[in-house]
């Protein structure tokens, strides 16, 4: 019994083909199926296993019914088991592709008469497949030419122009979602509980001594009252953590020290002070302000 494919292509294209099937079968949202439903690891395990068992079996069985032949017939089935395996018509297309010397024609036969220091040229055809992508080069030629040349489709600026705004767009939309790049223009207030516990941290770690642990101010000023020295707002906060307060008496820049994210973080979580009660709080200092006020 003659199998056009060794076990070691059979089995994972089997495998993986079961695997495709069991994926596309399974609803298990944005996850493989495989880390979604553990179990199917199982499943897919006993596949393998029983593949492996159906290779074993058919060579047992090839190997019983060899050795009941006689010695006449082992030979003609070992001749006919090591003929190179061939699909006719794929075959076919690899010769028309590089081509086939004509019967009966040696090298000795379509030798040149030119001879480059004892390096003499064949007169060989060009290869079919060489001829063929002449051939869609020069057609590919004329539809470009006609389609840009003549019918003026689009310039390669517009090209150009048009690939711009689409990355653009999607820097811009993965900015949205990619806190570690967020900056004074498309910094928001986050409101999500575990956003506001690690602003908390990062308060009480690096704020406290000038502003309190309740926000009420000390060297620095109240953060609980409704007045901004520096505008008040996610924006104008986070701002002024990142770049410092007023030259020689605000407080530093923590841009070095602090990521994006983490700056968005404790500018929500400063935000949500306001209206709080702290134990001591400091005199209000600077204006009061308000989302509709102009950012200064």
């Not at 292509?9 to 083909?17: H, K, T, Y």
């Not at 069991?22 to 897919?44: N, V």
């Not at 908390?200 to 690096?206: G, L």
Request: charged letters at 20%; glycine letters at 8%.
């Amino acid at each position: 019994m003659k199998r056009f494919t060794p076990w070691w292509i059979r089995i994972p294209v089997v495998f993986f083909a079961i695997v495709g099937l069991m994926e596309y079968s399974i609803d298990s949202g944005d996850q493989p199926a495989f880390i979604a439903f553990p179990i199917t690891l199982l499943f897919l395990g006993l596949i393998l296993l029983v593949l492996i068992a159906i290779e074993l079996i058919l060579d047992a069985v090839e190997n019983v019914l060899f050795q009941g032949l006689s010695v006449e017939a082992k030979e003609r089935y070992l001749a006919e088991k090591n003929k190179p395996i061939r699909i006719a018509w794929l075959h076919k297309i690899w010769i028309a592709l590089i081509g086939k010397k004509a019967e009966g024609i040696t090298d000795e036969a379509i030798i040149l008469d030119h001879d480059y220091d004892g390096i003499k040229e064949l007169d060989n055809n060009l290869p079919p497949w060489w001829i063929y992508l002449f051939y869609a080069t020069a057609l590919f030629a004329v539809v470009y030419l006609v389609r840009f040349d003549v019918f003026k489709d689009y310039t390669q600026d517009e090209e150009y122009e048009q690939e711009v705004a689409v990355a653009l767009a999607a820097i811009e939309a993965y900015k949205k979602t990619a806190k570690d790049l967020v900056d004074i223009n498309t910094v928001t207030l986050l409101t999500e509980s575990s956003d506001l516990s690690s602003g908390k941290n990062i308060f009480e770690s690096n704020c406290v001594a000038c502003h309190m642990a309740d926000g009420g101010g000390g060297i620095g000023p109240n953060l609980t009252d409704q007045h901004w020295i520096l505008g008040g707002g996610i924006k104008n906060v986070f701002r002024t953590i990142s770049e410092g307060g007023r030259d020689g008496k605000g407080m530093i820049a923590w841009k070095q020290s602090l990521k994006p994210v983490e700056m968005a973080q404790v500018a929500s979580y400063v935000i949500s002070l306001g209206g709080t009660t702290p134990a001591q709080p400091k005199p209000a200092e600077g204006e009061v302000w308000s989302e509709e006020a102009p950012q200064e």
